[in-house]
């Protein structure tokens, strides 16, 4: 079986997919893994050709929209290890178009389809579990630490509904930023990060929120097991409704 | 008395209140100026203490209430501390909370004031404010006031996403014995009149896209189970009149919750959650699973079986029609298999284009087979070793954890789904 291998970027691995898919007449025999940092290359390193890589994706974009969004939700759960799926997947939807999604006896299709799923669904669930605190300039913040690298659809899904308010998104884990002010939407990184002053009625309004938390359950079903199923305690550490609890 | 104090009197008296879901309409980007949109799905925002969505700040605009509905915290006879908001006080928390991303929108309802038309003219006029001063281009449920007039009801309709009127009981003579000042007729013609609304909403904006939305999330509909005697089925033929006849969106159960001794109630010891639990999935199947309410229950047997839940329990009633064939049954079929979903339902239909599939392919695309297996072959094959004996069946489903008696950890509240 013929080994392939690419350099770790996204690029890298479209360009390597699309230059196997042209050149080889029999894709499903092939594997492609990125490039470790070994002394012994086993397989044949394909060059990144940026070119090449947008050309493929602009192709399965008309091909299979379908496919094409499932492996952009793919790329932001940075998940190590999907080289070879991504391959095979991607052969799969040239031939079958957005039907691809379906074949889920296909291994490579299962893989693929799985991890961009968890990446959608945290996605789902960011737009709903974020929260904004405002701050002394009458600007807002959100912090999170997703699983995923979210933060581009997520401050787009905002860009859309927080339209009037200047806001920031911080993710902490990734030190990459967002912000949104009076109709542009910026993206970037901050490495000294210090949480700023708070307004001076944030607490006021964060303690109203609080109540209304506590109150709204019935006391006579309390269900600690489902709450922490539908709402992972993973993500309390940011959540106002669950601070001084 | 300070907002926080009224918080907390009108979100605990709005909490029986089961609906909350925030999808089927589509604001998309916030108006000009303004603040917020809607999402097609709906989103949750977090989940309270008993496991239920909060989606929507859900308050009563006053609990200070006339009448003196047997079954209701906020009844006129009871000893409880009252409050009433102001318009604006509601308006401000909306967008507060909004634009910290607590909440999809804002949930109003109230207990009755002075009069219908004077307590649902201040809820209108908090929508009316959120709407058309503050922009605010969130989701918007507004209860109706039954015996409020027609115009009331209507310009609800024109700011609210979504607007409901609690059909409260299963019937009329429940309703005349535990809600005296309620009459029937002042529930339904509003519900008619919505429906109606909605209709014509619908045929004007094919003709003209500007023309004004009514209710673009639809109506829905409340009622409390377990404080009247109506059985399962009389309930379930009104959801399913409901659901054909006037157009809701939803019907939701509210399991009753024991807030009087007054000896026109039943005396609970709990909530009735499992039947709460059971009524949900016999909806379901009605909306989704193309079962009419007549398969499901009868007069013979009245009531939805505790031990299983009612897929299941129709399954085994009918062995005539199983097992079904994964490789060539059609996706109805499909669907009433126990176990098999819409989700599942719709994975095997995609996947068997590309093979047929195989015991270990059903594992695969992420069909659960706990239930589903002693109904179904593949290709010919059964996959239990069962001799289909219902009876039998029926043991093993209860031994093994093909039951999900008690379990209402699976209980599907309203959110994420219509
Ligand atoms: S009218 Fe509403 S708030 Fe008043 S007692 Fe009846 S159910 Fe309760």
Redesign the pocket.
């Known amino acids: 079986m013929k080994r392939y291998i690419c350099d770790g970027t996204s690029d890298g691995l479209l360009s390597a997919i699309a230059s196997i898919l042209e050149e080889e007449p029999k894709p499903e025999e092939v594997t492609l893994s990125a490039r470790e940092d070994t002394l012994f290359e086993e397989g044949l390193f394909i060059a990144t050709d940026t070119v090449r890589a947008e050309d493929l994706f602009s192709r399965l974009k008309e091909r299979a929209p379908d496919a094409a969004h499932t492996i952009y939700f793919l790329m932001l759960a940075e998940k190590e290890g999907m080289e070879n799926s991504l391959l095979h997947y991607i052969e799969q939807a040239f031939m079958h178009g957005d039907k691809v999604n379906g074949y889920l006896t296909h291994p490579a299709v299962r893989d693929i389809v799985t991890v961009s799923r968890k990446a959608a669904r945290e996605l789902h669930r960011m737009k709903g579990l974020l929260r904004f605190e405002k701050l002394r300039d009458g600007a807002y913040l959100a912090q999170m630490e997703p699983d995923h690298n979210i933060i581009q659809p997520l401050a787009y899904h905002f860009s859309r509904r927080l339209r009037a308010q200047h806001w920031f998104l911080y993710d902490r884990k990734r030190r990459t930023a967002a912000s949104w002010n009076q109709g542009s939407l910026r993206f970037g990184t901050i490495e000294q990060f210090t949480a700023p002053a708070l307004s001076d009625d944030e607490k006021k309004i964060q303690a109203m929120w609080q109540a209304f938390f506590k109150t709204i359950a019935i006391p006579d079903r309390k269900n600690p097991r489902l709450q922490k199923s539908n709402m992972p305690m993973k993500y309390w550490k940011y959540l106002t409704e669950k601070q001084g609890e | 008395m300070d907002t926080l104090a009224k918080l907390q009197i009108l979100s605990g008296a709005a909490r029986y209140d089961a609906s909350c879901a925030s999808s089927g309409s589509r604001r998309e980007g916030a108006p000009p100026g303004g603040t917020g949109n809607t999402s097609q799905s709906g989103i949750c925002h977090s989940w309270s203490d008993d496991g239920r969505c909060i989606s929507l700040l859900k308050l009563l605009l006053s609990?200070d209430?006339r009448?003196?509905?047997a079954y209701?915290v906020?009844?006129v006879s009871n000893q409880v501390p009252r409050a009433s908001f102001t318009a604006r006080d509601v308006v401000d928390l909306t967008l507060e909370f909004y634009r910290r991303n607590y909440i999809e929108g804002l949930f109003l309802s109230s207990?009755?004031m002075q009069s219908p038309d004077q307590t649902m003219e201040r809820m209108v006029r908090v929508a009316e404010t959120l709407r058309i001063e503050e922009r605010f281009g969130g989701y918007i449920h507004m209860k109706i006031i039954p015996g409020c007039s027609s115009e009331l009801v209507r310009r609800a309709g024109l700011y609210a996403d979504r607007i409901s009127v609690n059909i409260?009981l299963p019937s009329q003579a429940s309703l005349q014995r535990l809600?005296p000042q309620?009459e029937k007729a002042a529930i339904l013609e509003p519900m008619a009149l919505i429906g109606r609304e909605i209709q014509e909403s619908l045929v004007e904006r094919k003709k003209i896209r500007s023309a004004p939305r009514f209710a673009p999330a639809g109506q829905s509909t409340q009622m409390i189970i377990g404080a009247s005697p109506e059985t399962d089925f009389q309930i379930l033929r009104l959801s399913q009149g409901l659901y054909k006849k006037m157009n809701l969106k939803r019907v939701y159960y509210s399991a009753y919750v024991p807030v009087s001794d007054d000896n026109r109630l039943p005396v609970l010891a709990a909530p009735p959650l499992l039947r709460e639990h059971r009524l949900y999935q016999a909806d379901w199947l009605l909306r989704f699973y193309g079962f009419s309410a007549e398969e499901i229950l009868s007069d013979d047997a009245p009531h939805l079986d505790e031990s299983f839940d009612p897929k299941t329990a129709w399954a085994l009633r009918h062995p005539e029609f199983f097992p079904v064939e994964i490789n060539r049954a059609d996706y109805a079929t499909l669907l009433r298999v126990p176990g098999i979903g819409v989700t599942s339902a719709k994975r095997i239909v995609a996947a068997r284009r590309f093979s047929l599939i195989t015991p270990e392919g059903m594992k695969k695309i992420g069909v659960v087979m706990k239930r589903a297996k002693y109904f179904i072959t593949c290709s010919g094959r059964p996959f239990e070793k069962t001799d289909r004996q219902p009876a039998l069946i029926r043991q093993q489903l209860l031994l093994g954890e093909g039951s999900d008696l008690m379990s209402p950890r699976q209980l599907v509240l309203p959110g994420l789904y219509v």
Request: aromatic share 8%; with cysteine; glycine share 0%.
């Open positions: 609990n209430c009448y003196d509905c209701c906020n009844r207990a009755v409260e809600a309620k």
